[in-house]
């Protein structure tokens, strides 16, 4: 049963919905939240999340970005569905507040919030001007929670965008 699953089967009372209790807008509307317009997104932001989630396994940060990355979807206002303006914003002040109901630490609430805020960007990178892509390299480089964003990245996309990424990021100077 992967992520998507598990928190489709919770029914109140669960231990999982107590676990998760921090997070109650997730729980309660990003299954019905659709993660975008077609041709970027189909499903729900809870698919998303969860596929990305499961993309990342086995990095635990990676994973912590994965749940973050796409936080302000759940607070676009309707009028705006199925786009998802300013999301980006939105998750960087969210996902620092999930971190600290959740305990995570400062470490992690860094993490989620640079997720939340760049990840648009990062899944752009191949089309970036030299610059834009200097920036992402020295803010998220290749090793330590860098690494994590671009697993992250990549399973957001569907792409590995982080090859491209690595290899800038070799060329730099020190």
Known sequence: MDFEQLLRS???GDALLEWTKPLPVFLDTA???SAGPRPWHSGSVLGHLARCMNETAGDPLAVWMALTHDAGKLTTP????PHHYGHEL???ILAPIWARQLGLGPAYAE??????RWHMRAGKYAVLRQGKKRQLLETFPPDGAGASF????????RAPVSRLALTDARRLPA
């Open 10 to 12: 919770a029914r109140p």
């Open 111 to 116: 993490a989620g919030r640079l997720a939340a």
């Open 31 to 33: 299954n019905a939240i």
């Open 90 to 92: 939105r998750g960087a």
């Open 150 to 157: 671009w697993k992250m990245v990549d399973a957001d996309c």
């Open 78 to 81: 309707k009028c705006l569905l």
